[in-house]
């Protein structure tokens, strides 16, 4: 009598506690009430054209923030930076701390400090940059509204300005260079960076001989 074989199922239904299937993280500048910055790691940011759309839990102290002061910065670190973002992934600008971050998150006033990286003064807005990021978008949120969950909000802001690295930068142009440059992910809670170029799209402009 021949063995059984079961096929392997194509694919399986999972219900996985989060949907961070490979992000940029990105460290948001914002100023707080008394004049004083705030800086949070946050991973649900995303492009379109000069507009960048972020995802903010309703309850910290960003989103606080960018309610009432609307100019921020997105600074975009590289992956040598993971363990400074990692530092501030506990911390909150919050005090008190919201009853549903009280278990994991403590507060923390100075949060540059907290995390070694250094301030650096921004050109068009009032809260800094983070130095160490090789990008840098100054920008002014337009649209603050709530997710539909309402556990999260949803700001479109207007970039500004971009500050890059001169070393990811194609000499002589305004181009981001993809092969210099690449951005610390957060996949399924851990942190990665770039593999290697697969190609590019028909619409970059900046090709390169293979």
Sequence with gaps: MEPVVTARPEHLAIEPSVLYFGTPVVLLSTENADGTPNLAPMSSAWALGRTVVLGLGAEGQTARNVRARPELVI???????????????????????????AALFRFEPDKFGASGLRPQPSEKVGPPRVAECPLQLEARAERVRPGASGAFVIVEADVLRVHADPRIVVPGTHHVDPAEWSPLIY????????????GHTFRTETPRNR
């Design 75 to 101: 600074n975009v670190p590289g992956p040598g930076l993971w363990r400074a973002v990692e530092r501030l992934a506990p911390l909150t600008g919050r005090d008190p701390v919201p009853a549903a971050k």
């Design 187 to 198: 996949n399924f809670r851990h942190y990665f960076g770039l593999g290697p170029e697969l």
